[in-house]
């Protein structure tokens, strides 16, 4: 009964978007098209399994002590399955070198960590037909020197970290090989320091020569990017790896694109902004979605203005098949699981609104200076029935409506997340 109900709430949907000139069908296979690469690290607030040398607190630390987070590969992943049968949608699976899977008693200092390490990462992912992302981890671990890695002016820290990203980069390359997949594998260093420096150039020299070393070898099942910030906790003087040096050194590097990740500018500052800019550049543009509240605070993504807008850019830019949409929070004060998939939906909802917009008539009327018009058919489409066909995209991919997840995660805590020490 409640079925029948919605499909004729779908069918009246699509007629009250068809009179407005869009095809509701068409917006629905193209979003499940796109796949959408969720960030493991939401499952346990970013901790990895190379403890105990990432205790060290070095500002990338998520708050909250929510009970039942994941300790080891399998729960990690049993996790990361209840999430996925309740979020629509193609799915890829974003690691950290942190979460090499290791042999009982077995430590591996991370520039020595190699493919097999991840290997049970890559069986799990072709199992479930799903991609995997990459990341070097330079940060929770005591080879962060004063706060430096790649920029460190001590040639041992340095060097380490260099074998860190090379080696973590031959992972990225090898299990694109194992999953016959491009794998995207993004450098994020926390360089900066707290206080004015008083050099600035020598580490942004330092990381440039690093970055050269890194980048060296060419890897065909790679695609490689630098994810730029502005500030940081305890980096609030400067960041190293700032925009203007990122988008510097990836205009002149072939294969390195520029990562925005939209906790990493000034508040006022929007990325939904900034994606066609970089698209009359780069042919790619991967993307942290993020839900930064007064700073970079990694909250969970929801269905709101700016995770729309960046959506919205990206579909008028033609971009979706550039824009590599990967997720970055991590809240440890509510069910982990729940965060998962209240963050992956929001940006699905997202970008199913995004392909529900008269595109094409709006740039008409900005083009014809009639910006009353534009501005007028822009809000009034905030009021068509959205939900009916977001409920539709939900029953075609056989996950439950909004309204009706929450109680699976409910069962799922009482049964497993509660029995974890
Ligand atoms: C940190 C960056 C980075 C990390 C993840 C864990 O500010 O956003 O992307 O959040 O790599
Ligand atoms: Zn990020």
């Known amino acids: 009964m409640k079925g029948e109900l919605r499909v004729g709430n779908y069918k009246d949907a699509e007629l009250k978007y068809a009179k407005q000139g869009i095809d509701t069908e068409n917006a629905l296979k193209k979003l499940g098209d796109k796949p959408i690469s969720i960030n493991c690290w939401q499952g346990d607030d970013v901790a990895g399994f190379d403890s105990p040398e990432n205790d060290v607190v070095d500002g990338l630390r998520a708050t909250g002590n929510y009970p039942g987070k994941a300790r080891n590969f399998a729960e990690l992943t049993a996790d990361f399955d209840k999430a996925c049968e309740l979020i629509p949608g193609k799915k890829r699976l974003n690691l950290h070198a942190s979460y090499a899977v290791f042999e009982p008693g077995e430590r591996v200092s991370r520039d020595r960590i190699e493919y097999r390490h991840f290997a049970p990462w890559a069986g799990y992912a072709k199992k479930r037909g799903i991609g995997l992302d990459f990341n070097p981890t330079c940060f929770g671990h005591s080879n962060v020197r004063d706060g430096l890695t790649l920029s460190s002016p001590d040639q041992h820290i340095q060097q380490f970290w260099i074998g860190h990203c090379i080696q973590s980069r031959r992972i990225a390359d090898a299990i694109g090989r194992e999953l016959s997949d491009v794998v995207l594998c993004n450098v994020w260093i926390p360089d900066g320091f707290k206080d004015i420096p008083a050099d600035r150039i020598g580490p942004r020299l330092r990381l440039k020569s690093a970055l050269d070393r890194i980048f060296e070898q060419p890897l065909e099942n790679v695609v490689d990017c630098v994810e730029s910030k502005l500030f940081g906790v305890g980096l609030e003087s400067c960041t190293v790896g700032s925009l203007e040096f990122y988008l510097g050194y990836a205009s002149r590097r072939k294969g390195v694109y520029c990562l925005l990740d939209n906790g990493h500018f000034h508040p006022t500052e929007t990325v939904s902004d900034k994606i066609s800019s970089l698209l009359c550049f ?77 595109d094409d008539k709006l740039v008409e009327l900005q083009d014809a200076g009639d910006f009353t018009q534009k501005l007028v058919r822009m809000e009034e489409m905030k009021t068509l029935p959205f939900g009916d066909v977001w409920n539709e995209y939900c029953a075609r991919n056989n996950v439950p409506y909004d309204g009706e997840w929450m109680s699976e995660i409910v069962k799922y805590e009482q049964n497993v997340l509660r029995k974890r020490g």
């Open 282 to 358: 780069f042919d790619k543009l991967p993307l942290h979605i993020t839900r930064p509240v007064r700073w970079d605070s990694d909250h969970v993504p929801l269905f709101d203005d700016e995770t729309r807008d960046i959506c919205k850019e990206i579909v008028r830019c033609g971009a979706l098949d550039k824009a590599l949409i990967g997720l970055d929070f991590f809240d440890a004060s509510i069910n982990r699981i729940a965060a998962w998939v209240l963050g992956t939906r929001s940006v699905h909802k997202s970008l199913l609104y995004a392909l529900l917009q008269p």
